[in-house]
C-alpha cells in the first residue's frame, strides 16, 4: 500500500468512527423488560406461541440473545372475567414462557403480570372476535391461480362480527415445494430447485409470503 493509499484508508477509517459514535446529546440507555408475543384465539400457548420476554439492549453493542432473554421470572397471566390465573414458565425454553393449558378465548381480556429483579410489569390485553373467511380455495387441493387474475379467480373475504376491529391480512401459501411456482414479474415462473430452497435454505422459514390488498 503506498502512501496515498494508506492515507486514504485512515480517513476512511476516522470518518466511520467519528460517524457511527454515540450521539452526545441521545438519552443514556436504560435496562428496560421488552415483551413479544401474542394470544391466538382459540389456540394453546405453546411452546411454538412462547412469549419472549428479553432486556433492552444498548444500540452500540451487538446484540446477543443469550444475555438479553430474561430467564426464570415469575409469569403470570390471568383472566379477567373469571379470575382465573396461568403460570407460564420458560423450564423448557429459558427465556421464552408458555403454558400449554392457557387457551385464549376470543372476546376475552387477559392481565399479564411479569416479576423479575424486585421490578414489577403488568399489561392488559383483548383477544379479538374470531374471522369469518368466505372463498373457494380448498385446503389440501392444489389450487392453481395466477397473479394477474388472483382477485377475480379465488377471492378471499374477511369479515368480522365487530365493525371497528382493524384487521390486517397477510397470505401466505402452503403447498409442498414439489408443486410450488413462485410468482414474480422479472422471473415469470419459476420452480425451486429444492426444498431448502424454497424454506430460505434452512428449511425452517415461513411459507411463501403473497401481497394481498
Known amino acids: 500500500m503506498n502512501v496515498s493509499n494508506r492515507f486514504i484508508f485512515v480517513a476512511l477509517l476516522l470518518f ?35 412469549m419472549m420476554i428479553s432486556y433492552t439492549q444498548p444500540i452500540d453493542a451487538a446484540y446477543d440473545l443469550e444475555q438479553a432473554t430474561i430467564k426464570n421470572a415469575n409469569v403470570t397471566i390471568s383472566e379477567v372475567s373469571t ?40 399489561a392488559r390485553t383483548s383477544v379479538p372476535p374470531l374471522l369469518n373467511l368466505v372463498t373457494d380455495l380448498q385446503q389440501g387441493n392444489v389450487d392453481s391461480v395466477y397473479q394477474d387474475r388472483l382477485s377475480f379467480e379465488q377471492p378471499i373475504f374477511v369479515d368480522c362480527e365487530d365493525g371497528e376491529q382493524i384487521i390486517i391480512v397477510d397470505v401466505y401459501c402452503n403447498e409442498s415445494w414439489e408443486n410450488a411456482e ?12 429444492d426444498a431448502g430452497e424454497y424454506g430460505g435454505q434452512d428449511g425452517n422459514s415461513e411459507p411463501r409470503h403473497i401481497v394481498a390488498s
Open 16 to 50: 466511520a468512527f467519528l460517524t457511527c459514535s454515540k450521539n452526545p446529546n441521545a438519552p443514556d440507555y436504560e435496562k428496560e423488560i421488552a415483551v413479544f408475543g401474542f394470544l391466538w384465539g382459540n389456540k394453546p400457548m405453546t411452546a411454538e406461541r412462547a
Open 83 to 122: 379470575g382465573k390465573i396461568y403460570v407460564l414458565d420458560d423450564a423448557k425454553k429459558p427465556g421464552f414462557y408458555f403454558n400449554d393449558s392457557l387457551i385464549a378465548k376470543p372476546k376475552t381480556e387477559y392481565f399479564l403480570k411479569i416479576e423479575v429483579d424486585n421490578k414489577v410489569v403488568m
Open 182 to 193: 413462485y410468482i414474480n414479474p422479472f422471473w415469470g415462473q419459476k420452480k425451486p430447485g
